[in-house]
């Protein structure tokens, strides 16, 4: 269902610490203590992760597993994580955690959402936090990033860049999350330049190399001189694809997603519309500690959870007038003067009427 996002954080959201864009980290896949069985013992609170891709995507999972360090380093908890890539394997993980003394244990996707509230159901101490999650209960929170907000702004910048009025944007699984932020960002780009064509590709994956290098290229073709992504590993495609265009002669861009990745591939990458998922998930360590934390967690960039951060290594490409527009829309959805399209993907809680 279509809706104009609300600007109101939830009330259990808890204050959001100040942004901090953390630099590109290549991380070990399951590294940070990957077997629960390993123990968490009755006195140290246990916090867990389970990502379905690996942490090294530099985007999406290596942000959650920063963000599970930053916990344990700023908390002092045990923390573990585990790669997950089955339904079967996401059931059996949350179960393993909860059997093993762990009592906040991350999923950190849509996808785990039914595992989640199964797990919910049988360890009502445990709480299970979901991100990009569509359903609320007493101990399974979703986390709603608002990254749809960051990426209007990044689309209003393709939007005043590109010279061929032809821009793409390449997913992986076409869940409401990730097509929330294409819409958001054709909407970005159509404040800027209304007549402008928007390509649109699926790849049916979120780590396809090969598979988003290919969807890149073939919006290449087809005229698009600027692309955005909304994958994990498989970002490594769009950028490599950007990157032969331009060395063939092209003048071409990428956005970054879910992360700042401006660091990730410089010669090509304009910008990146990113969560600040380290801190996010930090405050809600902090909410579940105190007895406080209570779903859905609404965030967005009211309070810095997601901004759009330019390249400081492409200073100039992004005209100051249009940077100025991007800052006077930030200011503006802030202050609740302009709705950004989403997809709202939230069910209502018992008893509650669904919205329209």
């Known amino acids: 269902m279509m809706k104009h996002s609300s600007r109101t954080r939830s009330p259990h959201a808890g204050p959001v610490l100040p942004l901090i864009l953390f630099p590109v980290v290549w991380l070990a896949a399951a590294a940070c203590g990957s077997d629960p069985d390993a123990g968490a013992d009755a006195d140290t609170p246990a916090v867990a992760l389970l990502t379905a891709g690996p942490v090294s995507d530099a985007g999406w999972y290596a942000g959650a597993y920063e963000g599970l360090q930053l916990i344990g380093d700023s908390l002092g908890f045990r923390v573990s994580h585990q790669q997950t890539r089955t339904p079967a394997e996401f059931d059996e993980a949350f179960i393993s955690y909860a059997e093993s003394g762990y009592g906040l244990i991350f999923g950190h996707g849509f996808e785990y959402q039914d595992a989640a509230s199964r797990a919910g159901d049988m360890y009502p101490d445990v709480t299970f936090v979901v991100s990009s999650g569509s359903r609320s209960s007493s101990n399974v929170v979703p986390i709603i990033f608002g990254l749809h907000e960051a990426s209007y702004l990044a689309g209003m910048a393709a939007g005043s860049v590109t010279q061929s009025g032809t821009v793409g ?69 769009v950028f490599q694809a950007v990157r032969e265009a331009r060395e063939g002669g092209r003048t071409a861009w990428a956005f970054g997603m879910n992360r700042d990745q401006n660091d990730v591939a410089p010669d090509v ?75 709202d993907f939230l069910e209502p809680a018992a008893g509650e009427t669904p919205s329209s």
């Open 169 to 237: 944007m390449v997913g992986g699984v076409e869940i409401p999350s990730a097509k929330g932020t294409f819409i958001a960002f054709e909407a970005g780009v159509k404040a800027v330049m209304p007549d402008a064509v928007v390509l649109e590709t699926f790849i049916g994956s979120w780590d396809d190399v090969s598979a988003a290098k290919e969807a890149a290229a073939a919006q290449l073709r087809q005229g698009a001189d600027v692309l955005i992504h909304n994958v994990d590993a498989a970002s490594f495609g």
């Open 269 to 343: 990458i304009l910008g990146s519309a990113a969560i600040n998922i380290p801190t996010i998930f930090l405050q809600t360590a902090l909410d579940w500690q105190a007895g406080t934390l209570a779903g859905p967690t609404i965030t967005g960039l009211v309070g810095g959870s997601v901004e759009f951060v330019p390249s400081p290594a492409h200073e100039g490409v992004i005209p100051a007038d249009a940077l100025a527009r991007i800052d006077e829309a930030r200011a503006a959805i802030i202050a609740g003067t302009l709705d950004v399209p989403a997809i």
